[in-house]
């Protein structure tokens, strides 16, 4: 197994850990930052190992397989969790989760006739904003200012989430009309 998918494999493992780190306040106040520190790791290593098996050619079927799946799940169990400790609308975390199920269908659609789907600047845009935004909110620091900021950067992604929705959706719509048999 390569490096990159390596990272991809330790993101999986990192969730459960963050997880746990967001729902269990084992030290008092203290918990959100191992759960935050967690968070930031796991999400540089989604750029790290596109990068790297850009760079030295290690593109592999599993890493296509995994490293989407590895940030879906890692960025769903952390909207679940803010939605459980109040910190995140539901009605938010469901537009965002939809949109990731959504492009997940549309792309084992256009698999299955041979299209290779890459990330659109959109949906790299959404992706940047959804982590600084999750990173934001896990933080939930006491000022004014930073809440504001928040609010904005929780705004921001949902309007990403949905822009890069279209924008996909628009780009690739010639996949739904070769699906047909």
């Not at 549309?106 to 999750?134: C, E, H, P, Y």
Request: aromatic share 14%; proline share 2%; charged share 20%.
């Amino acid at each position: 197994m390569n490096l990159p998918n390596k990272l991809t494999v330790l993101r999986v493992i990192m969730i459960p850990f963050f997880v746990f780190f967001m729902l269990v306040d084992i030290i008092s106040g203290f918990t959100k930052w191992i759960a935050l520190a967690i968070f930031i790791i796991a999400s540089f290593t989604d750029m790290f190992d596109g990068k790297l098996a850009r760079k030295y050619g290690l593109i592999t079927d599993f890493g296509k397989f995994m490293d989407p799946l590895a940030d879906k799940l890692l960025v769903c169990s952390a909207l679940i969790c803010l939605v459980s400790s109040g910190k995140l609308a539901a009605w938010m975390a469901i537009i965002i989760i939809s949109r990731e199920f959504i492009i997940s269908g549309f792309r084992l659609i256009a698999s299955d006739n041979g299209v290779v789907i890459a990330a659109s600047k959109w949906g790299k845009f959404k992706t940047v904003f959804q982590m600084i935004m999750i990173g934001m909110l896990i933080g939930d620091l006491p000022y004014e200012w930073f809440r504001l900021l928040t609010a904005l950067a929780v705004w921001i992604a949902l309007i990403l989430t949905v822009v890069s929705l279209v924008d996909y959706l628009y780009k690739n719509r010639e996949v739904i009309k070769k699906d047909r048999h």
